[in-house]
Nanobody, 124 residues
Framework: QVQLVESGGGLVQAGGSLRLSCAAS????????MGWFRQAPGKEREFVST????????LYAESVKGRFTISRENAKNTVTLQMNSLKPEDTAVYYC?????????????????WGQGTQVTVSS
Protein backbone atom coordinates (compact mmCIF):
# COMPACT_ATOMS: atom_id res chain seq x y z
CA GLN A 1 0.00 0.00 0.00
CA VAL A 2 1.20 3.51 -0.86
CA GLN A 3 -0.22 6.77 0.39
CA LEU A 4 0.34 9.89 -1.68
CA VAL A 5 -0.16 13.52 -0.70
CA GLU A 6 0.24 16.34 -3.21
CA SER A 7 1.00 19.95 -2.42
CA GLY A 8 2.00 23.12 -4.21
CA GLY A 9 -0.97 23.91 -6.40
CA GLY A 10 -2.47 27.37 -6.66
CA LEU A 11 -3.30 30.32 -8.87
CA VAL A 12 -0.66 31.80 -11.15
CA GLN A 13 -0.61 34.12 -14.13
CA ALA A 14 0.28 32.85 -17.58
CA GLY A 15 4.03 32.64 -17.97
CA GLY A 16 4.53 31.97 -14.29
CA SER A 17 5.79 28.90 -12.45
CA LEU A 18 4.58 26.45 -9.85
CA ARG A 19 6.23 23.53 -8.14
CA LEU A 20 4.14 20.52 -7.22
CA SER A 21 5.35 18.00 -4.67
CA CYS A 22 4.12 14.54 -3.81
CA ALA A 23 5.03 12.82 -0.57
CA ALA A 24 4.81 9.04 -0.54
CA SER A 25 4.63 6.61 2.34
CA UNK A 26 3.90 2.97 2.97
CA UNK A 27 6.26 1.18 0.61
CA UNK A 28 9.88 1.30 -0.45
CA UNK A 29 9.83 4.43 -2.54
CA UNK A 30 12.97 3.58 -4.48
CA UNK A 31 11.25 0.53 -6.03
CA UNK A 32 8.25 2.26 -7.56
CA UNK A 33 7.80 4.46 -10.62
CA MET A 34 5.86 7.68 -10.21
CA GLY A 35 3.72 9.79 -12.48
CA TRP A 36 1.77 13.00 -12.74
CA PHE A 37 -1.60 13.23 -14.45
CA ARG A 38 -4.08 16.06 -14.77
CA GLN A 39 -7.79 16.47 -15.36
CA ALA A 40 -9.42 19.64 -16.60
CA PRO A 41 -13.15 20.29 -16.19
CA GLY A 42 -15.16 18.26 -18.67
CA LYS A 43 -12.12 16.38 -19.90
CA GLU A 44 -10.60 12.99 -19.26
CA ARG A 45 -7.58 12.52 -17.06
CA GLU A 46 -4.41 12.84 -19.11
CA PHE A 47 -0.78 11.90 -18.72
CA VAL A 48 1.68 14.67 -17.88
CA SER A 49 4.97 13.06 -16.87
CA THR A 50 6.53 9.96 -15.36
CA UNK A 51 9.82 9.01 -13.75
CA UNK A 52 11.30 5.57 -13.17
CA UNK A 53 12.20 4.19 -9.79
CA UNK A 54 15.87 5.11 -10.12
CA UNK A 55 15.13 8.57 -11.45
CA UNK A 56 17.11 8.00 -14.63
CA UNK A 57 14.21 7.63 -17.08
CA UNK A 58 11.61 10.36 -17.57
CA LEU A 59 8.83 10.91 -20.08
CA TYR A 60 6.66 13.92 -20.81
CA ALA A 61 3.48 14.66 -22.69
CA GLU A 62 4.17 16.67 -25.82
CA SER A 63 2.06 19.53 -24.46
CA VAL A 64 4.42 20.06 -21.50
CA LYS A 65 7.77 19.02 -22.93
CA GLY A 66 10.38 21.72 -22.43
CA ARG A 67 8.28 23.50 -19.80
CA PHE A 68 7.81 20.89 -17.06
CA THR A 69 10.48 18.90 -15.24
CA ILE A 70 9.88 15.83 -13.11
CA SER A 71 12.35 14.75 -10.46
CA ARG A 72 12.48 12.55 -7.38
CA GLU A 73 14.43 12.32 -4.18
CA ASN A 74 14.29 8.75 -2.96
CA ALA A 75 15.89 9.58 0.36
CA LYS A 76 12.96 11.87 1.14
CA ASN A 77 10.21 9.81 -0.56
CA THR A 78 9.19 12.73 -2.71
CA VAL A 79 8.57 13.44 -6.38
CA THR A 80 8.38 16.95 -7.75
CA LEU A 81 6.93 18.53 -10.87
CA GLN A 82 8.45 21.90 -11.71
CA MET A 83 6.13 23.75 -14.06
CA ASN A 84 7.43 26.78 -15.93
CA SER A 85 5.96 28.99 -18.65
CA LEU A 86 2.49 28.01 -17.56
CA LYS A 87 -0.42 28.49 -19.93
CA PRO A 88 -4.16 28.79 -19.27
CA GLU A 89 -4.60 25.37 -20.86
CA ASP A 90 -2.49 23.88 -18.06
CA THR A 91 -5.36 24.61 -15.68
CA ALA A 92 -6.47 21.32 -14.12
CA VAL A 93 -6.42 19.18 -11.03
CA TYR A 94 -3.03 17.51 -10.92
CA TYR A 95 -2.69 14.01 -9.51
CA CYS A 96 0.36 12.18 -8.29
CA UNK A 97 0.36 8.44 -8.98
CA UNK A 98 2.50 5.44 -8.11
CA UNK A 99 2.82 2.04 -9.75
CA UNK A 100 4.10 -1.25 -8.38
CA UNK A 101 6.94 -1.44 -10.89
CA UNK A 102 10.25 0.29 -11.54
CA UNK A 103 9.62 1.23 -15.17
CA UNK A 104 7.85 4.34 -16.41
CA UNK A 105 4.33 4.22 -17.82
CA UNK A 106 2.04 6.71 -19.50
CA UNK A 107 -1.33 5.02 -19.08
CA UNK A 108 -3.35 5.82 -15.99
CA UNK A 109 -4.42 2.18 -15.82
CA UNK A 110 -0.79 1.25 -15.13
CA UNK A 111 -0.85 3.05 -11.78
CA UNK A 112 -2.07 1.44 -8.60
CA UNK A 113 -2.13 4.38 -6.19
CA TRP A 114 -3.35 7.94 -6.50
CA GLY A 115 -3.22 11.11 -4.47
CA GLN A 116 -6.21 13.32 -3.81
CA GLY A 117 -5.15 15.92 -6.38
CA THR A 118 -4.15 19.57 -6.21
CA GLN A 119 -5.71 22.40 -8.19
CA VAL A 120 -3.59 24.42 -10.60
CA THR A 121 -5.20 27.48 -12.13
CA VAL A 122 -3.43 29.60 -14.72
CA SER A 123 -5.02 32.95 -15.51
CA SER A 124 -4.56 34.71 -18.83
Amino acid sequence: QVQLVESGGGLVQAGGSLRLSCAASGRTFSSIAMGWFRQAPGKEREFVSTIGASGVTTLYAESVKGRFTISRENAKNTVTLQMNSLKPEDTAVYYCAARSAVAVATRSSSYNYWGQGTQVTVSS
